[in-house]
């Protein structure tokens, strides 16, 4: 019986990690491999869902020019994003996002980017971004997020960890409350505060990787970066932490990671490289 009991255990395992080798994406620009069990079109209705949710609940800002400026940025990384994927043989990936870019009037420091390609920014956030770059740094770091499907490895890790890698489909239909979790901590906007749940920090440095270079693909210097952590430090340590950094963060660690990225986004700056090269 022991023999027996084994060898299933060798056969769950066995069949856990072929579902794991099968279910493996990779992260453009980075080439991580990460988890992927859900599928793309599943995520971008539910989230779709959400974000039209969130905007019946919140107030965009009144302020023509801070508006016009969010989609101006916006519009501008996602073109660049769109440009570097087609030409690279991503297409597919390209064709998840229909583009939106929205200011909500509130004074929390925050900003995040629904899969799909949904954007909200905070009011709150403006007076730390200070100049249009500066707010670059922050959508093309949600952006990097988005493009990377990180909500997406998030809830695969959930679905391995929780339902031993069972199909999402299957379950929906017999463990609706565990899926339903599992989905708010992948995407959730929380109804209190509305933004994201955390990402992990290999996430968060991926983020901060690929928005560097995504803003500078769209001609915004990513040296830039570093002023505006350092901006974003500065206010962690003051009166009213931001709600940023619930979801981002911030630390030296940070941003001497940054620093060291910045090399790698330059050559996008200064137009002498688009096609995906090895990391």
Known sequence: MLLRKTGVKYLLAAAAAILVLAAC???????????????????????LTQYDDFLKKHKLSPNMAEAA???????????????????????????????EFN????????????P???????????????????????????????????GNERMSQGLMAQLGGMALSTALDTKPETTRQLWTAAYGLSAQL?????YSR?????????????????????????AFWTRMEKNKSGKGSPEFFSTHPSDARRIRDIQKFIP?????????KLLLTTP
């Open 25 to 47: 994406a990779t992260v453009p620009l980075t080439g991580r491999h990460q988890l992927a069990l859900v599928p793309n079109d599943t995520i971008l209705a539910t989230s």
């Open 69 to 99: 400026m969010v989609k101006r940025v916006g519009t501008r990384i996602a073109g660049a994003v769109r440009n570097y994927l087609v030409k690279n043989g991503l297409a597919d990936r390209a064709n998840d996002f229909n583009w």
């Open 103 to 114: 200011l909500v009037e509130d004074n929390t420091a925050n900003a995040w980017c629904m």
């Open 116 to 150: 799909g390609g949904k954007v909200v920014v905070y009011t709150g956030i403006l007076p730390i971004t200070k100049t249009e770059t500066g707010l670059a740094v922050v959508m093309a770091h949600e952006i990097g997020h988005a493009v990377a499907r990180h």
């Open 194 to 198: 509305g933004f994201l749940l955390p």
């Open 202 to 226: 290999v996430q968060e440095s991926e983020a901060d990787r690929l928005g560097l270079m995504f803003m500078a693909m769209a001609g915004y210097d990513p040296r830039e970066a570093v």
């Open 264 to 272: 790698q986004a330059l050559p996008y700056f200064n137009g002498k």
